[in-house]
Nanobody, 117 residues
Framework: HVQLVESGGESVQAGGSLKLSCQAS????????MGWFRQAPGKEREWVGTIDSGGSTTSTDSVKGRFTLSEDHAKSTLYLQMDSLQPGDGGMYYCAYDPHCLDSWYDWGQGTQVTVS
């Protein structure tokens, strides 16, 4: 299993920016996908975006042009740069690991809270 630890969540005003990090243990495969998900109180968990080991990214329409996924292989860290934050972006943000890029998320972090007011 891959251990994942998110950080960087905090309270921010609408229009502001945050950068979330997800530190992964080093036992990842040479090819994989990493994803960000979020869950607001009373709502279902929502997929935010995915990045593969080659750096290709996809994201949900509501964050395109505002959120950027990136990764630093040397640091085994995944990032989510969030700009132009809106109140609807608030929630618990989770990173997840899919070793085969088949939309089957094997491992999850504990989450980091983002509040936008």
């Amino acid at each position: 299993h891959v251990q994942l630890v998110e950080s960087g969540g905090e309270s921010v005003q609408a229009g502001g920016s945050l950068k979330l990090s997800c530190q992964a243990s080093e036992n990842t495969l040479s090819t994989y996908c990493m994803g960000w998900f979020r869950q607001a109180p009373g709502k279902e968990r929502e997929w935010v975006g995915t990045i593969d080991s080659g750096g290709s990214t996809t994201s949900t329409d509501s964050v395109k042009g505002r959120f950027t996924l990136s990764e630093d292989h040397a640091k085994s860290t995944l990032y989510l740069q969030m700009d132009s934050l809106q109140p609807g972006d608030g929630g618990m943000y989770y990173c997840a690991y899919d070793p085969h890029c088949l939309d089957s998320w094997y491992d999850w972090g504990q989450g980091t809270q983002v509040t936008v007011s």
